[in-house]
Each structure stands twice: as structure tokens, then as C-alpha cells.
Nanobody, 114 residues
Framework: QVQLVESGGGLVQPGGSLRLSCAASGFTIRQYAMSWYRQAPGKERELVAVINGAGGSTTYANSVKGRFTISRDNAKNTVYLQMNSLKPEDTAVYYC???????WGQGTQVTVSS
């Protein structure tokens, strides 16, 4: 069955970096655009970044543009989110998703705090 497993979250100081991973199984990510979402406490889930199937096109939320980079390794069936210059407002649970599929992983918690 379709599974998405996010990892790499943690506690980091403002200005720090984290790299999130999303390992997919049960389907081939090559056939899908892949995305990262996040949900902060008391807020709706919001789209952070999207990458097309070939990896040549990316789109970012204005709030993370220039700081976050989405990438994919189709051979490993894995999607990544490199997060630099982290801010307290980036604190959230981060989820990956295959565009068009309704499956979600458990998410990974990112906390940016001094």
C-alpha cells in the first residue's frame, strides 16, 4: 500500500538548517509531482513547496522562497526539503504528499527556538 514516511525534523535555533526526507513506498514517485506541506498549531495545513516529476520545475510559498529547496531522488523514491535560515514561524509539523494522491505520512516536527 501507499506509504509516506517523513523524517529529519527536530529542534533548531533561529538561523539554523535542517534537511527533511520523505521516503515513499507502494508507488513510484517518478510518476508524480511531489509536495511538502506544513501545519502549525491552530493553523490550517499550508503548501510549502512542489517539485514536478522530472525535478526540473519547483514552486515555493512566498514565506520560504530563497530559504528552502525541494529536491527528489527518483532512484531512491525519496523527496527532500532543505531548510536554511530557519525562523520561529517555520515551526510546524511537515508532511509530504504526492500530488493527486490522498495519502499522508505521520509528519515530522520542526521546532525553531532559542
Amino acid at each position: 500500500q501507499v506509504q509516506l514516511v517523513e523524517s529529519g525534523g527536530g529542534l533548531v535555533q533561529p538561523g539554523g538548517s535542517l534537511r527533511l526526507s520523505c521516503a515513499a513506498s507502494g508507488f513510484t514517485i517518478r510518476q508524480y509531482a511531489m509536495s511538502w506541506y506544513r501545519q502549525a498549531p491552530g493553523k490550517e495545513r499550508e503548501l510549502v513547496a512542489v517539485i514536478n516529476g522530472a525535478g526540473g520545475s519547483t514552486t515555493y510559498a512566498n514565506s520560504v522562497k530563497g530559504r528552502f529547496t525541494i529536491s527528489r531522488d527518483n532512484a531512491k523514491n525519496t523527496v527532500y526539503l532543505q531548510m536554511n535560515s530557519l525562523k520561529p514561524e517555520d515551526t510546524a509539523v511537515y508532511y509530504c504528499n504526492a500530488v493527486g494522491l490522498k495519502h499522508w505520512g505521520q509528519g515530522t516536527q520542526v521546532t525553531v527556538s532559542s
